[in-house]
């Protein structure tokens, strides 16, 4: 059984003030999360290649109507705008809502406590990135489907080919908090 002092020692390096080392390793989870996101295209790809194959070989090609590929483009284009909107609103919202202590330095705004202002933002960034990335994905989805019901293999590439690049363009980096705080509060991001 763990004694306190022992969950404390266990959990010290997430309650210790942020420093740049400290946050690369708080970011191992997100890109994890992010590398099976972007995999599950890959997957998609090659159980609907498989599909096809299987269809072709018992002659059983279903044909999509083109109605149905406007909508599934329609909704991909809009998950795609909300996929890029949405995540970036709400980081800038939960940043403009946290009090960061600013300082003047060198006539330059500076934040007064950056390790605890990249831990808030940290903590700002996970919700904002797991939408993006879900949003993402969901337009993979709707190519896998149209491409399940029949759609052509060039029309459903076009799908996996703009959320993966969505997908990449979220990779979980550390710029990508200090640059919010720094969009939002004004400040310069010193670590």
Do not use: Y
């Amino acid at each position: 059984m763990a004694t306190r002092g022992t969950v404390r020692r266990n959990f010290s390096h997430m309650l210790a003030p942020m420093s740049t080392v400290n946050l690369k390793a708080k970011l191992q989870t997100p890109r994890i999360l992010w590398f099976s996101m972007f995999t599950t295209i890959v997957i998609f790809d090659v159980v609907l290649t498989k599909l096809r194959e299987e269809q072709r070989a018992h002659e059983h090609m279903p044909e999509l109507p083109h109605l149905f590929l406007e909508v599934f483009a329609l909704a991909a284009v809009s998950l795609a705008v909300v996929a890029v909107v949405l995540p970036r609103r709400a980081f800038d919202r939960a940043l403009a809502n946290a009090n960061f202590e600013l300082s003047d330095e060198g006539g330059r705004k500076v934040l007064a406590d950056p390790g605890a202002a990249i831990g808030t933002a940290f903590v700002a960034f996970q919700t904002p990135f797991i939408i993006g990335l879900a949003l993402s994905e969901a337009i993979a989805l709707c190519g896998f489907t149209a491409g399940f019901l029949g759609g052509s293999m060039l029309a459903v590439s076009a799908f996996f080919f703009v959320s993966a690049a969505l997908m990449a363009s979220k990779f979980p980096m550390a710029n990508s908090i200090t640059r919010g705080i720094e969009r939002v509060t004004g400040a310069t991001v010193v670590l």
